[in-house]
């Protein structure tokens, strides 16, 4: 099972940005950064395909996250630009071998915008 470590997360303004990045074991065909704030349902944010590198983005999110891999540290990472308050959550990143399996998650890093 890949062992996922997630850093990054921390407090900002509105507009700001940070950068969050997911260290892997290895990786697998299909790694995506998850959200989950209280009360609310988990959403996946981004996916990253690293066989072919095609992306995916939630609405929520699209024009302002960029998630992206580093192969030369073992690294998934997500660019958050432009934050909002209803970005505060908690931060997931999650392996899968098939589409919508995720067998792995890291332990979560929180991301808290507000002024």
């Known amino acids: 099972q890949v062992q996922l470590v997630e850093s990054g997360g921390g407090s900002v303004q509105p507009g700001g940005s940070l950068r969050l990045s997911c260290a892997y074991t290895?990786?697998?065909?299909?790694m995506s950064w998850f959200r989950q704030a209280p009360g609310k349902e988990r959403e996946r944010v981004a996916l990253?395909?690293?066989?072919?590198?095609?992306?995916v983005y939630s609405e929520s999110v699209k024009g302002r996250f960029t998630i992206s891999q580093d192969n030369t540290k073992n690294t998934l990472n997500l660019q958050m630009n432009s934050l909002k308050p209803e970005d505060t959550a908690m931060y997931y990143c999650?392996?899968?071998?098939?589409?919508?399996?995720?067998?792995?998650w890291g332990q979560g890093t929180q991301v808290t915008v507000s002024s």
């Open positions: 999650a392996a899968a071998v098939r589409p919508g399996e995720y067998n792995s």
């Open positions: 290895y990786s697998t065909r299909y």
């Open positions: 990253f395909n690293t066989a072919t590198g095609a992306t």
